[in-house]
């Protein structure tokens, strides 16, 4: 017999009810009214078709997990314990106070974004950011697009189109997300011409390749990977002698690109744009989220003539970057002409925090859950970690760290990370072993406190008894 309709709840037994209502500020009312709908239309339609009507319980339930999987398909923040500062999986760099600042400033009304103030006419959006980056890399101008990759898309459309690209087989990179040299220079409608071998190139392969058809020698960063031991690449200022000598453009593909030097943070020289700029490379193409630590952008510093010439091709429309990232990227580049302020950027205060005040963290968040830990089946403890810049950045940089482990003895190290993914904020940690390690250096200081709540939660849950 087919269970009475009016046994299922009304809408406002579920939104009324203070887990469900607790959604309502994260999702917004109307979006919490419509999952509750949701769980009550499949009862009624089960009932129809002479289902029992499930007991109050688990309706909550069922609106409950929906609408944690509405959150979690949500833009939100989370809690990045992986100790990889630049996670593209988590958007890279996150941003200074002060880039967000100007965003939030400019973002909110009328700009001169491509208006010349002095003439009363049109200007280009790319004048002010372009001086800060002239500044700081010393080249002679600056073009910024979308990403890296669109700028390497851009200078090889721009130069190259019908034309031959000499590029050593030791450089013909992948980066993640489907960035391959090859397939981006054939795209462009560029001839890729190989050189040398995978672990040896040298100037005279570039001489003996050179044709009339050549437009340019290219290098490009091996960004995630190393090649050690017997190896040669011909180095950035001797291609750059040679181009010009050649009368071809050298480009370099720097990717990560750095516009300090990273050894004041203890990790390893990385060539820097003005380096790169000073050996006689063209152009230099780098990313803005990288070790610049900015807003996703594509950066192209060169001389005068070529940047001009770019700034002409009909792509940079398609690829130009809105008014929030150079507001972002401008206060972002506004720290590095103040060196005082370098550390105001995420990413240089993550490289610059010691092991020992890291493992500090980690005492006083262990100390916090001393009283929810006891007698709980979880057990979490301070511990040493390795954490990476990461991004496709600096691939054998292994910066010591420190953090978190969190295990149980009931529970595997997997179920434990699905649980801190679940949380709110999600926790992302990793798995070694039995354990789940939370490594502080990239756990913006800010968040330690919902860390502790997360973990709090964890250890309440995992209890042995009176727990769910
Ligand atoms: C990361 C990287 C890119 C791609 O940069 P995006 O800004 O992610 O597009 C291109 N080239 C090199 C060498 C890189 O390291």
Excluded at 121 to 150: T, W
Excluded at 213 to 229: K, L, V
Aim: hydrophobic share 45%; glycine share 10%; proline share 4%.
């Amino acid at each position: 017999m087919n269970a009475p309709l009016r046994d299922i709840p009304p809408v406002h037994r579920l939104t009324t009810d203070p887990a469900v209502s607790a959604y309502e500020g994260l999702l917004g009312r109307a979006n919490v009214r419509v999952a509750v709908q949701a769980v009550l239309d499949r009862a009624r339609e089960g009932a129809a078709k002479g289902a029992e009507i499930p007991p109050f319980e688990r309706l909550r339930g069922e609106v409950l997990e929906r609408l944690a999987d509405d959150r979690r398909a949500d833009l939100i923040s989370v809690v990045n314990g992986t100790g990889v500062l630049l996670h593209t999986n988590f958007g890279r760099a996150p941003l200074a106070a002060n880039a967000l600042a100007n965003a939030v400033q400019l973002g909110g009304g009328y700009t001169n974004l491509e208006f010349d103030l002095a003439e009363g006419k049109r200007g280009s959006r790319y004048d002010r950011v372009s001086l800060q980056l002239c500044e700081l890399s010393g080249a002679q101008g600056a073009l910024v697009v979308n990403n890296c990759a669109a700028a390497v898309l851009l200078v090889l459309d721009t130069f190259a189109r019908d034309r031959d690209v000499v590029v050593s087989r030791g450089q013909l990179i992948e980066i993640g997300g489907g960035f391959r040299l090859p397939d981006v220079l054939r795209r462009s409608g560029a001839r890729l011409v190989e050189v040398g071998t995978t672990n040896k190139t040298y100037a005279r392969d570039f001489r003996e390749a050179w044709s009339e058809r050549t437009a340019m020698f290219m290098r490009s960063h091996p960004s995630n990977y190393r090649i050690e031991g017997f190896t040669a690449e011909v180095d950035a200022k001797t291609l750059a002698a040679l181009a010009k000598e050649l009368d071809v453009i050298a480009f370099e593909d720097l990717g990560s690109g750095a516009f300090v030097d990273l050894e004041q943070f203890g990790i390893a020289h990385e060539p820097t744009v003005a380096e790169e700029i000073a050996t006689g490379m063209d152009l230099v193409a780098v990313s803005g989220d990288k070790l610049l630590g900015g807003p996703q952008c594509g950066i192209i510093c060169g001389n005068t003539e070529h940047i001009e010439t770019l700034k002409r091709n009909p792509l940079v429309r398609a690829l130009r970057v809105d008014k929030l990232t150079l507001a972002a990227l401008s206060g972002t580049l506004a720290l590095y002409l103040e060196p005082s302020r370098l550390l105001e950027i995420p990413l240089f205060a993550m490289l610059h925090a010691g092991v020992a005040e890291l493992r500090e963290r980690a005492g006083r968040i262990c100390a916090a859950l001393a009283d929810a830990g006891s007698g709980g089946a979880i057990r979490i403890a301070p511990c040493e970690t390795v954490a990476t810049t990461g991004g496709g950045t600096l691939p054998l940089a292994s910066i010591p760290s420190a953090g978190i482990s969190i295990s149980s003895s009931d529970r595997s190290a997997d179920e434990i990370a699905a649980s801190l993914r679940s949380a709110s904020p999600p926790v992302i940690g990793r798995t070694e072993d039995t354990a789940v390690r939370i490594d502080l250096r990239s756990v913006l200081p800010g968040q330690d406190a919902e860390l502790i709540e997360v973990l709090r939660s964890l250890t309440i849950e995992t209890k042995p008894q009176g727990g769910r």
